[in-house]
C-alpha cells in the first residue's frame, strides 16, 4: 500500500515539502544543542522539565483519546465509528512518534534512553512508561495496517487483530495513567502530589484527542473525497463534551481543598497559576485563556443548537485543543517546578531553538499522520468506487 503515498496532487507535495523544510530546520538546530547541551533552552536547575515534556504530556493524551472510537465500534458495535476508527489510530500512531522524539530531544544525549533497556528496574515509573509507550505505538500500527489491507482486499481481517484491539484498551488508559504516576510519585512536588492527577489526565486526553480527530476529519473533508461522517463526528463531539467538563469539575476539586486547606506547599503553585505568586504573574493570562476557552467550548458543546452546527463545530474544537494544550503543558509542567520546595520562583519561557526543535517533531508527526491518512483515504475511495 505504500506506493499510494508517493501519489498525489500538487497541494499534497506542496505540504510535504513545507514538513520536510520545518523538519530540516530543526535539525539544524537540534546539532547545536546535541553539541552545546541543553543550555540552549530555557530550563534551569529549578526547572528541569520544559516545553519538551509538555508537549510530550500532551501529545500523550492525544495519543490515549484514541481509544474513544476503538472503544464504541470495538466492543459496542457502534457501526458509525466505522470510517473513522482507523483514523483514530493512526493518530495515536502520530502522537506516539512525536511523545518518543519529545523524550528524545530533551534527553540531550539520546543514548542515555539505553539505561532503560540496559538497567531495567521494576521499581521504575518510566520502566513502565517505556513499555506501556512503545507497546501502545505497535499495537496501533499493526492492527491499523492489517485492518486497512484487509479493506482494502475486501476481506475479513486475520483473527488475531482483534485480541490486540482488545489488548490496546487498556494500553490507552495505561500510557497516561503511567505518565501521571511520573508526576504524582514526586513527593517534594505539591502540586502534582494528588491521587486526582491520572483522572484528570485521562478526562483531557478523552477530550482533546477526540476534538483533534474532529478538526482532523473537516481536513480530510475537504481535501478529499472521502466523507468521515457527520454522525460520527456529532458522537465525537458529546465526547469531547462530557469529558472536558469531567477535567474542568477536576481541576475546580484540586482548587476547592488547595484554598479550604490552606497548606502553603500546595496552594502556592495554584496561586501561582491563577494569581501570581509575589508579583511573578508570568502564566497568570495564559492559565485564563485555558480555562475561558475550554470553559465556552464545554458550553457550546452542551447546547445541540451549537453542537450541530457544521461552521461552529471546529472552531469549538480547536478552543478545546488550544485549551487542554495550555492546561496540561504548560500549566502542568511550570505550575509543577513554581515556586520551588524552598519557595523559590525561578519562571521559565521556551527559548527561539526550543520552539524551533519542537515544530520540528511536529512536523514530523505530522508527516507521518499525512502519509497514513493518504493510505487510510485512498483506500476508502477505492473500496468505495
Not at 493524551?61 to 457501526?79: C, R, T
Not at 483531557?204 to 472521502?226: D, E, N, Q, R
Not at 503553585?269 to 504573574?281: C, D
Request: contains cysteine; proline residues 5%.
Amino acid at each position: 500500500m505504500l506506493e499510494i503515498a508517493i501519489k498525489g496532487s500538487k497541494n499534497y507535495w506542496l505540504w510535504i515539502v513545507f514538513l520536510l523544510a520545518v523538519i530540516g530546520a530543526g535539525a539544524i538546530v537540534y546539532i547545536d544543542q546535541f553539541t552545546n547541551g541543553l543550555m540552549i533552552t530555557g530550563m534551569s536547575r529549578d526547572v528541569s522539565w520544559g516545553f519538551y515534556i509538555a508537549n510530550f504530556t500532551y501529545l500523550v493524551g492525544v495519543a490515549a483519546g484514541g481509544v474513544m472510537v476503538v472503544i464504541p465500534f470495538y466492543l459496542h458495535d457502534y457501526e458509525k465509528f466505522h470510517r473513522i476508527t482507523i483514523l483514530g489510530e493512526f493518530l495515536a500512531v502520530g502522537a506516539l512518534i512525536m511523545c518518543l522524539l519529545f523524550i528524545v530531544v530533551d534527553l540531550g544525549q539520546p543514548i542515555r534512553m539505553l539505561n532503560v533497556l540496559l538497567y531495567p528496574s521494576p521499581k521504575s515509573i518510566l520502566f513502565y512508561d517505556m513499555l506501556v509507550l512503545n507497546g501502545y505505538l505497535f499495537l496501533n500500527i499493526v492492527v491499523g495496517w492489517k485492518v486497512l489491507e484487509a479493506e482494502r482486499n475486501q476481506v475479513e481481517p486475520v483473527w488475531w487483530t482483534k485480541p490486540l484491539v482488545y489488548l490496546s484498551i487498556p494500553f490507552a488508559i495505561g500510557i497516561h495513567t503511567v505518565t501521571a504516576y511520573l508526576y504524582c510519585g514526586l513527593p517534594g512536588r505539591g502540586f502534582w502530589l494528588t491521587a486526582i492527577l491520572a483522572p484528570r489526565f485521562l478526562a483531557s486526553a478523552f477530550a482533546a484527542g477526540p476534538a483533534f480527530l474532529i478538526i482532523l476529519c473537516y481536513i480530510i473533508k475537504k481535501f478529499t473525497k472521502f466523507d468521515p461522517g457527520w454522525d460520527a463526528m456529532q458522537t465525537l463531539s458529546k465526547i469531547v463534551c462530557y469529558a472536558i467538563i469531567a477535567n474542568l469539575f477536576f481541576f475546580l476539586c484540586e482548587v476547592f481543598v488547595v484554598y479550604y486547606s490552606n497548606i502553603p506547599g500546595h496552594k502556592a503553585h495554584i496561586q501561582y497559576l491563577l494569581f501570581g505568586y509575589h508579583g511573578y504573574t508570568q502564566l497568570v493570562p495564559w492559565m485564563w485563556t485555558s480555562l475561558t476557552l475550554m470553559g465556552t467550548g464545554a458550553v457550546f458543546l452542551l447546547i445541540p443548537q451549537l453542537r450541530n452546527n457544521k461552521t461552529l463545530l471546529p472552531v469549538t474544537c480547536a478552543m478545546i485543543v488550544i485549551g487542554a494544550w495550555i492546561d496540561k503543558g504548560l500549566g502542568m509542567i511550570s505550575g509543577g517546578f513554581v515556586p520551588s520546595p524552598l519557595h523559590h520562583v525561578t519562571e521559565y519561557a521556551p527559548t527561539g531553538p526550543e520552539i524551533t526543535i519542537t515544530l520540528a517533531v511536529y512536523a514530523t508527526g505530522f508527516l507521518v499522520l499525512t502519509i497514513l491518512y493518504k493510505l487510510a483515504t485512498q483506500v476508502k475511495e477505492e473500496v468505495r468506487g
